[in-house]
T-cell receptor, first 116, second 111 residues
Framework: GAVVSQHPSWVICKSGTSVKIECRSLDFQATTMFWYRQFPKQSLMLMAT?????????EQGVEKDKFLINHASLTLSTLTVTSAHPEDSSFYIC????????????FGQGTRLTVV | TQLLEQSPQFLSIQEGENLTVYCNSS?????LQWYRQEPGEGPVLLVTVVTGGEVKKLKRLTFQFGDARKDSSLHITAAQTGDTGLYLC???????????FGQGTELSVKP
């Protein structure tokens, strides 16, 4: 199957700082990538849809100025959590959609963010 | 509003027992996917079903897509401790569109 790599796997940062998370499709091109947030023992909550070369589409209730998404190439999307607060601590997961439009989305391994 | 209802949300069984997880919606999906997730890792795709009434088997796992493409089930036969994990169903309204996830089923299989 296709490989999606997320970096870093875990990060600890201080309140008020910004953190960037990268999502790369290693062996395929992805015109669309999705960013999710997941709390312990809960399902994935879609935050935004990232399309290469255009602005991301955010789900209702997700602050676009706080969660900055950039999809500069067909293999890379980044999520930056700006001015992080402890309540932003969570597991962030990206998925990448194959550009061949098979409809299959592959997930990264996730990033555990802890804001102290 | 939760568009995809998954049940049960928690399930604890003994090794060797059978179990079924359900995903139901009032919406029609173009496809539905089942994932398994281990703690601290991303979801891993188990199967995609696209045709109403479709049944797919993956060893001891049987997946079914409802005739109307609104619901799906995952049946595990003779569960093993290695089946422990979080199972997620996710529906797509169109090919290449975003996935709508169910609440997840936390399965614990005890020896």
């Amino acid at each position: 199957g296709a490989v999606v790599s997320q970096h870093p796997s875990w990060v600890i940062c201080k309140s008020g700082t910004s953190v960037k998370i990268e999502c790369r499709s290693l062996d395929f091109q992805a015109t669309t990538m999705f960013w999710y947030r997941q709390f312990p023992k809960q399902s994935l909550m879609l935050m935004a849809t990232s399309n290469e070369g255009s602005k991301a589409t955010y789900e209702q209730g997700v602050e676009k100025d706080k969660f900055l998404i950039n999809h500069a190439s067909l293999t890379l999307s980044t999520l930056t959590v700006t001015s992080a607060h402890p309540e932003d601590s969570s597991f962030y997961i990206c998925s990448a959609l194959q550009a061949d439009r098979t409809g299959k989305a592959f997930f990264g391994q996730g990033t555990r963010l802890t804001v102290v | 509003t939760q568009l995809l209802e998954q049940s049960p949300q928690f399930l604890s069984i003994q090794e060797g027992e059978n179990l079924t997880v359900y995903c139901n919606s009032s919406s029609v999906f173009s496809s539905l996917q089942w994932y398994r997730q281990e703690p601290g890792e991303g979801p891993v795709l188990l199967v995609t079903v696209v045709t109403g009434g479709e049944v797919k088997k993956l060893k001891r796992l049987t997946f079914q897509f409802g005739d109307a493409r609104k619901d799906s089930s995952l049946h595990i036969t003779a569960a093993q401790t290695g089946d422990t994990g979080l199972y997620l169903c996710a529906g797509a309204y169109n090919q290449g569109g975003k996935l709508i996830f169910g609440q997840g089923t936390e399965l614990s299989v005890k020896p």
